[in-house]
């Protein structure tokens, strides 16, 4: 019996696949794919001379081995990690409507209120220079991202897409270079040096490539009037899925997303703290 590969949608929307994907999403997943892999090259060569560097000015012998470590890391997983990143990100394409990237921003939200489960402390470390990076990203190219989320959201009508949807979202592009690095054989100090390199050596790059991404779907005729992108009403819905905070953390949080991205990250630290409090008050109430 040939088994039916039809993905139903319980929402009311049509799911995609990538065998009915508009022509120009098509395009734009497959040029944003070559930009991407190109920018992820330069970085990779960057990257071994900033590590170079760093272990060259080591105030210790331990900080020295960790430098040398994730030089060497890179230089033996740098192409089975741009694999990893440029697959994460077509099947985003792929499965539009449908995809959500697994860590979404936010390392706050993985905490139940209800059995205060924590994050081991390493992946909440990564958890937060993955999410700094998403927030730099966001406000640095707020503009461009913006009106290729609206240029994609109108090749898509019967599709809601949250912002972190958008296949070429920072959530999108972070998460998959997270889920890189996950793969490194080196400790935790020398992962969060190699976030720190995405965080300086990347994120300067991606201005060219959301620009370009944008030119890309305007010489398919999506919207190639819309100069900027539309103004967003206050106070837009919370993505689904996400679970609840403690009460004395949603203030810090409430607060944090009101105000400037500084003192959200800011927040977030405080929060960072708190977990960690009680936790241990958890696991040692005496």
Partial sequence: MKQDNKVVSFSGQKPFSRFDLPPALVRLRDTSGQALKSVLGRFFERADDALFELADRAGSNKDQTVYFDAMRELRLRRKAMAVSVLQYVSQAFNDIGQFRPR????????????????????DLEQQVAVDNLINKLRNRYQDPIQLLSLR????????????NQMPLSPEVICTGLAEACADLDIDIRAKLV?????????????????????????????????????????????????????????????????????????????????????????????
Avoid: W
């Fill in 152 to 163: 994609v959201n109108h090749l898509v009508p019967g599709v809601e897409l949250a912002e």
């Fill in 194 to 286: 190699v976030l720190k390199l995405f965080d300086r050596l990347l994120a300067d790059t991606l201005g060219d490539f959301y620009q370009d991404a944008n030119r890309t779907l305007i010489s398919e005729g999506i919207l190639p009037d819309v100069k900027r992108p539309q103004a967003r009403s206050p106070g837009g819905a919370r993505p689904p899925g996400r679970r609840r905070r403690p009460p004395c953390l949603q203030a810090l949080c409430s607060t944090g997303q009101a105000v400037r991205p500084a003192r959200r990250v800011a927040a977030r630290a405080m929060a960072m703290i708190i977990f960690r409090v009680m936790f241990l008050m958890r696991r040692f109430p005496n």
């Fill in 103 to 122: 860590h979404s921003s936010g390392a706050l939200d993985e905490v139940d209120q209800d059995s205060l489960s924590l994050v081991e402390h390493s």
